[in-house]
Every structure is written in C-alpha cells, then in structure tokens.
C-alpha cells in the first residue's frame, strides 16, 4: 500500500518522521479522514474545507492548494486500486529546531486504511455509549489531539461501550470521535451545535433531517436522553449509528429506531447518487 | 549528537517514527525533561518519579525500569560529553494498527538539546506574560498534548510577552511551560496546587521558600496579582525567572523583586550542592 509523503508516493510501512516534528514533540498537527466508495473519494469538497480550516486556524500552510491536492489523492487511489477505503490526510507542525518554536514547513502524510464497516446486527441493536465530563480543546479545530480519547479506551471497554459522549455541566457537546443525534416522541431531531468538530456526516444528516422534520441545533442535556426515542451517533466510518443506552439510561426500545434507520436508508442513497 | 531510541545509540538526525505512532495519529504520549550540571543530571529522581508517574497514568509500559533507564542517560551523556544540556525523554503511544487503538509497545526516545539560558539583564528586568482561560486536560499528567500552548505562540509574540498564564473562571492554574509563584506585601509566598502538572524546579522552591516564609498553597485569584509585591515562574530550563507584568498589571515595582532573587540564589546553590 502507497502512501503520499512530502512529495512522493511512498510504501506506507516505509514512512517515518523525524523526531523533531512537533507532532511527536507537542502533539500538534491537523487531519482529516474521508471515504472512498468505488474509487471515488465521497463529499471530498467537504472534507477540503474542513481540512483546510482547520490548517489555516493553527497557523499551518499545506503544501498544496485544494486543486493540487485533489490530482494527489485521486492518483494514490489509482495507484493503490482498494475501492472502500479511508483516506487520512495528516499536516503535522514540521520539525522543530527547539521541538517548541512554529517554525518550519509542516509535514504532510496521506495514507489509505480499511474501514471495519458496521454489521446489520450491531446496527439493529445498537450501541452502549459512556459518559465523561470533558470539554476537548478548540474544539471546531480537527486536531490531532486525542489525549482523552485513546486515555479512555480502557475504561470505554470495561464498562462495555463503543465510545464516550463528552458533556459540560450536564450540556452534552459530542462523542469522542462522533457527532450526537436525539430523536425525541414527537419526531424532533435534536443536536448540539456549539463547542463541537462540525462533522461531514452530520451536516449530510442535518440536510436529510430538514426535509422530514423539525430539527434543533441547540444545547443538549443529558436528562433529556431519559425520554429520548432514539439516539443515535454520526461518522465518516459509522455513518449513523444508533446507540441503545447511555450510561444506565435505556433509549427508547433499547434498538435501533425507526427515524435512525431511515435516516440511514437515505444516507446511503445520497452516497450513491453522489457517486 | 547521539540520541538514544529503542534500545539503541544512534545520530539524532537519524531517528525517525513510523507514521502509525500514536503520537503522530493522535498527540499520544508523555515526557519529561532535566538538566545535567558539569555533565551530571540534576535532581534525576524526581524526574524519573513523576516520568514514570506519567507513564503509567496514560497505560504506557516504559521498556527500561529506573535503574536500566538512569544507566542508558549516563551513557548518552557520556558519550555526547556536553556539559549542562537537556535531557528530554519522550515515550509515545507506540505504533497502532488503526491509529487509534493503544496495542502495541511505547517507543522511547531520549534526546539531548541545549538550553538558552537566562540573561542577567531579562531576569533582573522580569518578563511580560499574557493570560488565557484553559484548562490543560489531565494536568498531573506530563503529557506531549501543547496543542493550545503552541497555539497561542503567535499572539504572545504579538502582545510582547514571553509567556502565557492559564486561568479557569479567574483562577490562576500555571503557565503553558512553567509554574506561578506570587509573592505578598506581607512576605507570603503563594502557589496553586490544583489543576496543575507539579513541576520539580516549583517543588524545590517550596522546600527553599518554606525555611525562611509562609508558604500558602491554595487557589489564586487573577485579582491578585493587583497587589502583589513580586510574581515569578518556575521551571526546568528558566529555574526562576521574575514575572513584571501580567496583562496590564504592573507587577509590584515591575521588576525582580528581592524575594525573587532570594530564592534563585538559593536554588543554584541547592543545585551545586546537590551536583
């Protein structure tokens, strides 16, 4: 498998950056991670603007513009010929002279990785989700910061959940690597909308939603998933996934819902008519 | 210059991460920096105390124990033989196949770098430092996460100052690389110890300040700084360095107060009596 790395393509397994990068020193880098569906990068104008804001926001200069970057991507699926694959794109804070100072050319990584794709079982039943109070830091900035994130994995599994739900002062803001989604009893849709990364899949769904339903963008409280219908998370690599309980509250049935799943149905078909 | 990486001496310049590593994926590792004095490390306990300390709070197995790790930083400072250096220790997440998931062996760099020291003129002046709310995430824990410190580098370079000081809600916390220290009208000596990562130059302040003044440790008010006599920062590469101004509050005769200068004349005598 080819990966892309400053100016060339490259096997994967032989990329590795010097020491010096503020990535490994400091943490700091930026990325974004879209799907390929028969070869095709889907929403990729999406992802670009996600991408290139979140580069221009910690002051980091791709190396390419969004034209050129596009001719990289589309020649590195050629190039690796895996149709269904995820594509990440990480700009890192380049090397370092004092491993602190922002001085230097960033360095870009693309590489292509397998999705595990969601089978129709786990979809139906659903997903546990745990809960952490946690604010992540710049927040609409798609940074390579998962300090809390991967520091929670072991707790995520031992308490036999999927992922972890963020909140404030009881306001729930997002998942750990998820954007959440409330279906209330009388078909409301309900997601935050401030202090959160602004998901692809979660602007397609909002879009989905507006067509059927009402839908509020506002601050969410956890109590209000004890008389939630459905729940359900948003992703590139889940797309819609529906959560049946939330710390010890059961949502709705305990399954996926009706509105989810169709809200599914129709993601699915957006992908295809996209394509 | 050699640096010490998986279990091998090697040029710095050659040392080079897979791209899977956690730290690159995701910021996922920690560290820990000292100095050597006359090619000796200073106060390398309680270093490797509150490194291994790090370590263990973010499930990360270092693949030396104290001993095996203190014999490989005396061989690199040997072989490097360049006297009063840092030396910076950095364990990262370890390469992951899904750059998420934390299932592999930690990589362990050990580097040498030099430090700029303090001018007689910059301490006896003090420094201008900025303020910030922020909330580093899992303070206590010496983590590579200076997403937000390296953030705001351009704006601390705009307003002039050298430093930026995080506050929660008007509650001082520490600096992005340094600890606070305010020193009262009435001779007090006062540092948060909350919320904070418990730098070891601050804990050797402490020890110092507590034989010859009331220490209190306890929340500070960013008021306060309003009427404090002298307001300095503690750390590894800057041991004591006088804060002048916080914002625009000129601190006491915004300059290097007696108390201040006290203290750094008893630490460096501290630091040749313990060499």
């Given at each position: 498998m080819l990966a892309y790395f400053n100016h060339q393509f490259i096997e994967v397994e032989k990329v590795a950056l010097p020491i010096t990068d503020l990535s490994i020193q400091r943490g700091y880098g930026v990325f974004d991670f879209l799907r390929t569906v028969h070869l095709k990068p889907l929403f990729i104008d999406d992802y670009f603007n996600r991408f290139f804001n979140s580069a221009k926001?910690?002051?980091?200069n791709p190396p390419h513009d969004k034209a050129a970057l596009k001719a990289i991507i589309f020649e590195l699926i050629n190039k690796n010929n895996v149709p269904d694959y995820g594509i990440k794109i990480i700009l890192t804070g380049g090397c370092s002279t004092d491993g602190y100072t922002l001085n230097a050319a960033p360095n870009l990584i693309i590489t292509q990785q397998q999705i595990q794709p969601i089978s129709q079982a786990i979809f139906?039943?659903?997903?546990?989700?745990?809960?952490?109070?946690?604010?992540?830091?710049?927040?609409?900035?798609?940074?390579?910061?998962?300090?809390?994130?991967?520091?929670?994995?072991?707790?995520?599994?031992?308490?036999?959940?999927?992922?972890?739900?963020?909140?404030?002062?009881?306001?729930?803001?997002?998942?750990?690597?998820?954007?959440?989604?409330?279906?209330?009893?009388?078909?409301?849709?309900v997601t935050p909308s401030t202090n959160i990364l602004h998901g692809i899949t979660r602007k397609k769904v909002l879009k989905l939603a507006n067509k059927n339903y009402t839908v509020e963008e506002r601050e969410l409280d956890i109590i209000e998933f004890e008389n939630a219908a459905e729940v359900f998370m948003t992703s590139t690599t889940k797309r819609i996934l529906p959560i049946n309980q939330v710390d010890d509250i059961i949502i709705g049935e305990g399954k996926a819902g009706p509105i989810t799943t169709l809200l599914f149905e129709q993601l699915i078909k957006l992908e295809k008519q996209t394509i």
């Open positions: 926001s910690l002051q980091l139906d039943s659903g997903v546990k989700v745990i809960t952490q109070q946690h604010q992540r830091e710049l927040p609409h900035i798609k940074s390579i910061n998962y300090l809390m994130g991967v520091y929670l994995q072991q707790k995520i599994k031992e308490q036999q959940a999927s992922e972890v739900l963020y909140y404030k002062d009881s306001i729930v803001t997002e998942l750990s690597r998820a954007n959440i989604f409330m279906v209330t009893y009388d078909n409301k849709i």
